[in-house]
């Protein structure tokens, strides 16, 4: 590859665009390359998944490619100067309502990866970190994973500081909502429109848009008369609710140390929920629900598909009672009824990319030439930050290994949604209450 030719934009600058951008910069220091993304870098809020206060970091995967890849990731995390800063290592616990547990310690064996991981019974588990999980919600629970080598990142602080490394190094960034890709009619990809009429052109055009990318697609299958541009079958818009407690000086005392914690479920349960440590300066506990959902709108006349709400910031501040609700729910079957009178502030709607598997989508696409896709978190991707572009470069040059290929592929086997407990299974409508009036 000849790094005076090549021009890259990525548009997206979550975890996929910027540490894509990253890993680019370092290894084509002269190329050029540009994020392209709604909002700011350092805005205050912006609608990126991977823009929050905290992220789980963990390895704790029963399928051995993620959890490979997520110990990849964690030792960048405990090791590189640039990364250490925003990671907390607080250990994880995690009930288990089937064989996870052991599908994860096995796992741990079978890599050669030496951690004090552990499972445990309900009667041991409600004994730890002070009893503090005495009053969980062990019902069907099988046994509880220990893991003390997990934790968290600081994923917006984290997120800021690896674009701001990335843009010393020469990286471009232009704050803009992309409207359509440039595409030929034989499928050739030059680049980007914005919805301001600026054209970006480039070489390599790579769309790491999480929540947004079945809107674009579908915006540029119309534009360009090619319907299988159109991300179909493959990818839809999910949204959750987050919330935060803001913790006093006693609650700190006790809650302070506390590990990432996680409800898991089985696939006809559910999706699995989880609880996050108070952050150190503000002292903000956080949950998030159990229920996923879309947001089926026409975004094109006679064109559905699920997108974020059409607004600057997706509209994630605006948080119905009931998915508030939600978050008491997560609150509780982690603390019982100790905690249920905390005011829990600072709801959040975050919305990503889902497949029906749960696999990133890094690849081609296989209806347009100079076109990429890595997009796909599913809710699950912000862990992966430091190492993921990488793979996202090996992917363009043709060089990811084939077992990776065939997971991440355009077109693949998707399996039935209803074995994937955190598939969007509800529809944003049906969460909001009726208007009233007065």
Same mark, same amino acid.
């Given at each position: 590859?000849?790094?005076?030719?090549?021009?890259?934009?990525?548009?997206?600058?979550?975890?996929?665009?910027?540490?894509?951008?990253? &890993?680019?910069?370092?290894?084509?220091?002269?190329?050029?390359?540009?994020?392209?993304?709604?909002?700011?870098?350092?805005?205050?809020?912006?609608?990126?998944?991977?823009?929050?206060?905290?992220?789980?970091?963990?390895?704790?995967?029963?399928?051995?490619?993620?959890?490979?890849?997520?110990?990849?990731?964690?030792?960048?995390?405990?090791?590189?100067?640039?990364?250490?800063?925003?990671?907390?290592?607080?250990?994880?616990?995690?009930?288990?309502?089937?064989?996870?547990?052991?599908?994860?310690?096995?796992?741990?064996?079978?890599?050669g990866?030496?951690?004090?991981?552990?499972?445990?019974?309900?009667?041991?588990?409600?004994?730890l970190?002070?009893?503090?999980?005495?009053?969980?919600?062990?019902?069907?629970?099988?046994?509880?994973?220990?893991?003390?080598?997990?934790?968290?990142?600081?994923?917006?602080?984290?997120?800021?500081?690896?674009?701001?490394?990335?843009?010393?190094?020469?990286?471009?960034?232009?704050?803009?909502?992309v409207?359509?890709?440039l595409?030929?009619?034989?499928?050739?990809?030059?680049?980007?429109?914005?919805?301001?009429?600026?054209?970006?052109?480039?070489?390599?055009?790579?769309?790491?848009?999480?929540?947004?990318t079945?809107?674009?697609?579908?915006?540029?299958?119309?534009?360009?008369?090619?319907?299988?541009?159109?991300?179909?079958?493959?990818?839809?818009?999910?949204?959750?609710?987050?919330?935060?407690?803001?913790?006093n000086?006693?609650?700190?005392?006790?809650?302070?140390?506390?590990?990432?914690?996680?409800?898991?479920?089985?696939?006809?349960?559910?999706?699995?929920?989880?609880?996050?440590?108070?952050?150190?300066?503000?002292?903000?506990?956080?949950?998030?629900?159990?229920?996923?959902?879309?947001?089926?709108?026409?975004?094109?006349?006679? &064109?559905?598909?699920?997108?974020?709400?059409?607004?600057?910031?997706?509209?994630?501040?605006?948080?119905?009672?009931?998915?508030?609700?939600?978050?008491?729910?997560?609150?509780?079957?982690?603390?019982?009824?100790?905690?249920?009178?905390?005011?829990?502030?600072?709801?959040?709607?975050?919305?990503?990319?889902?497949?029906?598997?749960?696999?990133?989508?890094?690849?081609? &696409?296989?209806?347009?030439?100079?076109?990429?896709?890595?997009?796909?978190?599913?809710? &699950?991707?912000?862990?992966?930050?430091?190492?993921?572009?990488?793979?996202?470069?090996?992917?363009?040059?043709?060089?990811l290994?084939?077992?990776?290929?065939?997971?991440?592929?355009?077109?693949?086997?998707?399996?039935?949604?209803?074995?994937?407990?955190?598939?969007?299974?509800?529809?944003?409508?049906?969460?909001?209450?009726?208007?009233k009036?007065?």
């Open positions: 590859m000849s790094s005076s030719k090549e021009s890259y934009i990525i548009v997206g600058a979550g975890i996929f665009g910027v540490s894509t951008a990253y &890993h680019l910069i370092q290894k084509y220091p002269n190329a050029l390359i540009t994020l392209v993304d709604r909002d700011a870098y350092d805005a205050d809020t912006r609608v990126a998944a991977s823009w929050d206060w905290n992220k789980v970091v963990r390895a704790d995967y029963d399928d051995i490619v993620y959890c490979q890849l997520a110990l990849e990731a964690q030792d960048v995390f405990k090791t590189d100067p640039l990364w250490k800063p925003y990671f907390h290592e607080t250990g994880l616990i995690w009930t288990c309502r089937d064989d996870y547990a052991q599908n994860v310690i096995e796992n741990y064996k079978r890599l990866r030496k951690a004090d991981i552990k499972a445990i019974s309900i009667e041991e588990a409600r004994k970190f002070g009893g503090l999980f005495a009053d969980a919600d062990y019902t069907g629970v099988k046994e509880v994973l220990i893991n003390p080598t997990g934790g968290w990142g600081a994923a917006g602080d984290s997120l800021r500081a690896i674009t701001r490394k990335a843009l010393d190094l020469g990286v471009k960034y232009e704050v803009a909502e409207a359509t890709l595409l030929a009619k034989n499928g050739q990809c030059s680049g980007i429109k914005t919805t301001n009429g600026k054209v970006l052109k480039a070489t390599h055009t790579i769309i790491c848009a999480g929540a947004y079945p809107t674009l697609l579908e915006f540029s299958a119309v534009n360009s008369g090619l319907p299988n541009i159109a991300a179909g079958y493959r990818l839809t818009a999910g949204g959750i609710t987050t919330g935060m407690a803001k913790l000086d006693e609650l700190h005392a006790k809650y302070g140390s506390m590990p990432v914690a996680f409800q898991g479920y089985r696939p006809e349960q559910g999706p699995f929920i989880g609880s996050l440590p108070p952050t150190p300066g503000d002292r903000e506990m956080k949950w998030w629900g159990q229920t996923i959902f879309k947001n089926t709108r026409e975004v094109l006349p006679g &064109h559905y598909v699920s997108s974020p709400p059409p607004k600057p910031d997706y509209a994630q501040w605006e948080v119905s009672r009931r998915l508030k609700d939600d978050i008491k729910h997560a609150n509780k079957v982690f603390y019982g009824e100790k905690t249920a009178n905390w005011e829990l502030t600072k709801h959040r709607i975050c919305w990503d990319a889902f497949t029906t598997s749960s696999d990133f989508i890094i690849s081609p &696409h296989s209806a347009a030439k100079g076109l990429y896709i890595a997009t796909g978190g599913s809710f &699950h991707g912000y862990k992966f930050f430091p190492v993921i572009g990488k793979y996202i470069i090996q992917m363009i040059e043709g060089k290994s084939p077992q990776l290929t065939e997971k991440w592929a355009w077109d693949r086997h998707r399996p039935d949604p209803a074995l994937f407990p955190d598939w969007p299974r509800y529809e944003m409508k049906d969460l909001i209450e009726p208007y009036a007065l």
